[in-house]
Structures are given as C-alpha cells and as structure tokens.
C-alpha cells in the first residue's frame, strides 16, 4: 500500500467500526421492541407485571436475558460502552497508523464478529429473522474491519 493509499484505508476502517456500531444499537433497539411487542401480544394487553416478568425471561427480552458470563451483554451500558468503544476506535484509526491502535482494533472487532455470530445463531434458532439478518451484517462488518486492522497491522513495520 502506497502514501496515496493510506487515507482511504483509515477511512474505510473507520467508516466499518462507525457502520457497524450503528447497526449494533439499531439492532438492540429493534431486537427489545419486537420482545416488548411479543410479551404484549402474548399477554392479552394486561398489565400484570409478574406474567409479564415471566414471558419476559422466556422470549430473552434483552433487560432480562442472554447472559455470558452473568453479564447482561444487551444491557444500555454496556451497549452504550461498545459503541462508545467502536467510534474511538474508528477516531484513532482515522488519526493515525499506529501499530497498538491497529492491533487494539483487530481484536476489538474479532471480538464482536464473534459474538455477532452467537447472536445470528440465537435470532436463528428463535425464528427471528430480521435480527438474525442484522447480527449477520455485523458480523461481516465487525469481520472485515478486524481483517484490515491485522493487515494493515502486519504490513507497518
């Protein structure tokens, strides 16, 4: 890669973690209100909080479910931290061609491209296809931004 290449490089780098961290809450957001439509439908329309607390942990609404480690991974913290985390990242890949930022940001991103696609194979399994679609963009985004971070990583010196 040439001196002429590299703006369009970091660009791209940063314009896939920004992409991605976009869908990230769009899709967290989507997914709690087709769970919050779900518990309501399945409910009647009644307002009673313990069936709802129940149908809730059965339909893995994102406030009560899918746990790794004991941690509520769509929690709005965490949530919020991640995008924070990806637009940072994106910021200082846009600044400059450092090594450790290149390397922070391939692990970064291999890191989500995984759980993205724990994700995709949970939506798959709980027929919900619209999520699974966006958790499998992500995954491609998370994936193709941790490859370019590694490569171009391998090639500074």
Request: charged residues 15%; aromatic residues 6%; hydrophobic residues 55%.
């Amino acid at each position: 890669m040439n001196i002429a290449e590299l703006p369009r490089f970091r660009w791209l780098l940063g314009t896939l973690l920004i992409a991605a961290a976009a869908m990230f809450a769009v899709g967290i957001a989507t997914e709690g209100d087709i769970h919050h439509e779900t518990v309501n439908v399945e409910t009647g329309g009644r307002n009673d909080a313990a069936e709802q607390a129940e149908h809730s942990e059965q339909a893995g609404v994102p406030g009560t479910g899918e746990r790794i480690l004991g941690i509520n991974l769509e929690s709005r913290p965490l949530v919020v931290l991640a995008v924070f985390i990806s637009v940072a990242l994106a910021a200082a890949t846009w600044r400059r061609d450092h090594r450790l930022v290149l390397l922070v940001t391939a692990v970064f991103a291999a890191a989500f491209a995984m759980l993205d696609l724990a994700e995709f194979s949970h939506q798959i399994r709980q027929s919900a296809a619209m999520i699974a679609a966006i958790a499998a963009i992500i995954a491609v985004l998370h994936a193709a931004a941790a490859m370019l971070a590694e490569q171009r990583r391998s090639a500074t010196s």
